[in-house]
């Protein structure tokens, strides 16, 4: 069968993990955040070896047509040649272990990666009379920073691509369901696209997708850990993008002096989260106005499968009422954007990573940790942990 995928029983699981192969090679489902630092830190480690034996040969299989997952949107001015800009994925990360902090450093130093210290405020709106109630929140400062990347969000995820030395990236490649079968013992896994062609055999498989797609991906593998990583739950998340020709033609909510100075706006009483202005961020100065909204997680699940000119209207009101815009200060660039898996309902104990032993697949994320950034590092050491312990001597 086309879509049949050759896995590792027991028996040969017990032959490769104790009689490990000189150079193996992995597979990495997935080309985020959490595909990058994993082949990132396998080829740290594997190169750190004492004496170094083994050299990995990894394969990172993205389904679109970039890596990193930091998602960043544009427009081009056809009359000014300048940009306005959304992040509309992940707006900043933090570093709050040792550990990261001390990974991200060399990117810290090129610039790459920048604080950010916003003005955030909480925003209450009223009614279209009268302006909404904005009380300072807080500054984000240096000490307990949030981290942008520099010049777009995309930029940290393509710079840990380029420095792979034994890694090979192929997009817009989708990786097909796994399927169970008893095999002869030493034979590796074998990975099909959604076409039928082999995408080769492989040690080890790590599957480093969003909970959804991972589930879809081993549901009839055998996979022993199916159940754990049916636990976490994901809730959706829409995130509108409005732009303006000019900084004279923000509303007076973006724009009046007399009011706080604010970066960022936590949201009361409405169905929008936040909202982050664009072209206050570091080395974004240059960007026409260009706002990002994000809608609250539980409205946008509720609302995930509606129409999405239709969420587009009720989000666009909703934000009409906070930003109080008239004709002549009404956006010139309207976007929206669907994330079906956003965020991570979290709990006191994180789920980890879950690893089937007997098949050498494991299966990582985000979502296996808090549901951010420094989780996709957190996670990806757990992973190399049980790589490592694998192809120690």
């Known amino acids: 069968m086309a879509h049949q995928m050759t896995v590792n029983n027991a028996m040969a699981h017990t032959s ?4 490990p192969k000189p150079n193996p090679k992995i597979a990495i489902i997935g080309g985020g955040l959490s595909g990058l630092l994993t082949a990132t830190l396998l080829e740290r480690a594997f190169a750190e070896q004492e004496p170094q034996t083994c050299t990995p040969k990894i394969t990172i299989f993205e389904k679109s047509r970039s890596v990193g997952r930091l998602a960043t949107r544009y427009r081009t001015d056809e009359h000014t040649n300048k940009q306005w800009q959304w992040a509309f994925g992940a707006q900043f990360f933090t570093a709050k272990t040792d550990a990261f902090s001390a990974f991200i450093t060399p990117w810290l130093k090129a610039g790459v990666i920048q604080p950010w210290c916003a003005h955030v405020v909480e925003l209450t709106p009223n009614s279209e009379y ?76 790590i599957c480093t997708v969003p909970a959804a797609q991972a589930i879809n991906l081993l549901a009839k593998s055998g996979f022993d850990k199916l159940a754990q990583i049916r636990q976490p739950q994901m809730q959706a998340c829409y995130t509108l993008m409005l732009g303006w020709d ?39 100065g240059e960007l026409l106005p260009s706002i990002t909204i994000h809608a609250r997680n539980d409205w946008s699940e509720v609302n995930v499968d509606e129409d999405i000119e239709t969420v587009q209207t009720q989000l666009l009101a909703a934000a009409q009422q906070v930003l109080q815009w008239k004709n002549r200060t009404a956006p010139s660039q309207i ?44 996670m990806a050491v757990e992973t190399i942990q049980i790589l490592m312990n694998a192809y120690k001597n």
């Open 130 to 205: 009268q302006s909404p109630d904005i009380r300072k929140k807080e500054q984000w400062d240096s000490q307990h920073a949030r981290y942008i990347s520099t010049p777009k969000m995309t930029s940290w995820g393509r710079a840990l691509a380029a420095e792979l030395q034994h890694t090979t990236l192929k997009f817009k490649t989708h990786v097909a369901p796994l399927i169970q079968t008893k095999v002869a013992i030493d034979t590796q896994t074998e990975l099909f696209d959604d076409t039928g062609a082999s995408l080769g055999h492989f040690d080890w498989v």
């Open 246 to 284: 000019s900084a004279e033609q923000l509303p007076n909510v973006l724009r009046d002096d007399s009011l706080p100075i604010w970066d960022v706006a936590y949201l009361n009483e409405s169905v929008l989260d936040r909202i982050f202005i664009e072209h206050h961020k570091p080395a974004h």
């Open 16 to 19: 490769t993990y104790n009689y």
């Open 335 to 378: 976007d929206i954007h669907r994330w079906r898996y956003a965020a991570t309902l979290t709990t006191e104990q994180p789920l980890g990573i879950a690893v089937d032993n007997s098949r050498q697949w494991i299966v990582s994320g985000d979502w296996c940790g808090q549901g951010n950034i420094e989780s996709c590092y957190q």
